[in-house]
């Protein structure tokens, strides 16, 4: 019985350690057999190669494996500092030492959010939902940084250094930044200005070793080219494309678009304002990164990891059945069977256009639901405060 009870308690660590050993394995293996692994981080490498070469992050980058697409360098000029790191390792390993944080990375987001019986097979399961078997197979950092925000968040709840984290992590991505409005509305007002000093730190930092490319980068690059040029492709889950996929380019959309982002911010830190109130702090993390995902220009369907602590907080509050729905929607089936690419969303059936915007949907049907709930337990407390008061 004792045995059996360890054995129970043990199996997050099988499971975080078998996957870091499945990756490390197939990192090894695609490394000697030379065979292409990782896009997104042969392009973190070939911008690390760039600052050690002096060359611009922001051209060309020449230090791509020959397999690999000729995608540009869209991260901050800090990012590619840290990313210098990776040029010591060839790609392949790069991929791998990404990979190998991506299953404790997903233990540290959904710890806060989950039971402790349902974890093993939550963390089991996160790697069938596209987010994060995307973000794997690509080498990308979604499933590291949305571990940094979570521990910063609710892991750190009694250290003084709270904030920096979550600063140097929106140094790397932008969209987290979005935070510091999280943190001013929740009234963590220290940590609000350490997250802002984070990041206007390790950035000014970044200026001060790449001052050209932190000019270009400020200046034009972080509107990217290829970005505007794809902004309407299936895989691309924000607002924004979704406009794009259903409006012509121009004024309307654009009044579309800035006003969706508007409202969407606007009730979305009141929902945060309201759960903090109700001692909630877990569901509005969720509401704001659901957020940002929405008001993102560009939310790729590898940036939606946040569906990970999204189930397993589902999970926690007993709503088994919408998060195994949610979790069958988000394994990538939605955005395979629709045509993609070459502007062909833009004649889309209706049936192709619910499939196709399955995530953004779910999302936006998530946030009325919210926000009706907490408009009849609002009703509840005043009818129940006035029968009192009678």
Request: charged content about 10%.
């Amino acid at each position: 019985m004792k045995w059996s009870k360890e054995l129970r308690l043990n199996r997050v660590p099988v499971v975080v350690g078998g996957a870091m050993t499945v990756f490390a394995l197939v990192a090894l293996v695609w490394w000697i057999s030379d065979t292409p692994l990782g896009i997104d981080s042969a392009v973190y490498r070939a911008g690390g190669f760039a600052v050690v070469r002096g060359e611009s992050v922001y051209s060309p980058l020449h230090a791509l494996p020959d397999w690999a697409l000729e995608l540009p360098f869209t991260y901050p000029p800090f990012a590619a500092l840290l990313f210098t790191a990776l040029t010591a390792l060839p790609t392949q390993l790069c991929w791998g030492l990404l990979a190998l944080a991506a299953a404790p990375s997903l233990y540290f987001a959904l710890r806060p959010f989950a039971d402790r019986a349902h974890l093993p097979l939550l963390l089991l399961g996160a790697f069938a939902l596209q987010p994060v078997w995307q973000t794997i197979g690509l080498g990308q950092v979604n499933l590291v940084l949305m571990a940094a925000v979570v521990a910063d968040m609710v892991l750190l709840r009694d250290s003084r250094w709270r904030g920096i984290t979550i600063g140097i992590v929106a140094a790397i991505k932008l969209i987290p930044l979005i935070f510091i409005v999280h943190l001013l509305v929740v009234r963590r007002f220290a940590d609000a200005v350490r997250t802002l000093a984070a990041f206007l730190g390790v950035t000014a930092f970044a200026m001060v070793v790449l001052p050209g490319d932190s000019v270009r980068y400020w200046t034009s690059a972080i509107l990217n080219a290829h970005f505007a040029a794809t902004k309407g492709w299936v895989g691309n889950q924000s607002w924004q494309a979704f406009v794009a996929r259903t409006m012509p380019d121009g004024t309307a959309a654009t009044v579309v678009i800035v006003a969706f982002g508007v409202a969407c911010a606007a009730l979305a830190m009141w929902l945060v304002h309201r759960l903090h109130r109700a001692g909630d702090d877990r569901a509005a993390l969720l509401v704001t990164a659901g957020c940002s995902l929405l008001i993102s220009p560009i939310s790729w369907t590898h940036h939606w990891v946040w569906v990970v602590p999204a189930v397993g907080y589902l999970v926690a509050k007993g709503h088994r059945g919408v998060a195994v729905a949610i979790a069958v929607l988000f394994t990538g089936w939605t955005v395979a069977v629709v045509p993609g690419g070459g502007g062909v969303e833009r004649d889309w059936t209706l049936g192709e256009a619910i499939v196709g915007n399955a995530y953004l949907i779910v999302l936006l049907i998530a946030g009325v639901t919210c926000l009706a709930r907490l408009s009849r337990n609002q009703d509840r407390l005043v009818a129940e405060s006035g029968v009192t008061g009678a």
